[in-house]
Nanobody, 111 residues
Framework: QVQLVESGGGLVQAGGSLRLSCAAS????????MGWHRQAPGKQRELVAI???????NYADSVKGRFTISRDGAKNTVYLQMNSLKPEDTAVYYC?????WGQGTQVTVSS
């Protein structure tokens, strides 16, 4: 089994930056994909970014050029660097692997 612990959410003004972290523990060797989804109030959960073993990344069109996903293998941690934040980025952000979801961390962007 894999356990995920997220951190780094908070309140930021539009145009600001935040970095989310997701630390994985447990059966690390089983993880091939890690990523972030988000869910805004009244909306469906949507993909933000994923990173595949080997470093291949994929982003939602809405965050391309603003968000960067990266993975530190030594720390078993995935990061989501979020720059040029917009109010529409406000959501609960969930870290996940192929089989496991984190508890979510709130990101609020004020205008």
């Amino acid at each position: 089994q894999v356990q995920l612990v997220e951190s780094g959410g908070g309140l930021v003004q539009a145009g600001g930056s935040l970095r989310l972290s997701c630390a994985a523990s447990g059966n690390i060797a089983s993880i091939n994909v890690m990523g972030w989804h988000r869910q805004a109030p009244g909306k469906q959960r949507e993909l933000v970014a994923i990173i595949i073993r080997g470093g291949i990344t994929n982003y939602a069109d809405s965050v391309k050029g603003r968000f960067t996903i990266s993975r530190d293998g030594a720390k078993n941690t995935v990061y989501l660097q979020m720059n040029s934040l917009k109010p529409e980025d406000t959501a609960v952000y969930y870290c996940h692997t192929e089989t496991t979801w984190g508890q979510g961390t709130q990101v609020t962007v004020s205008s």
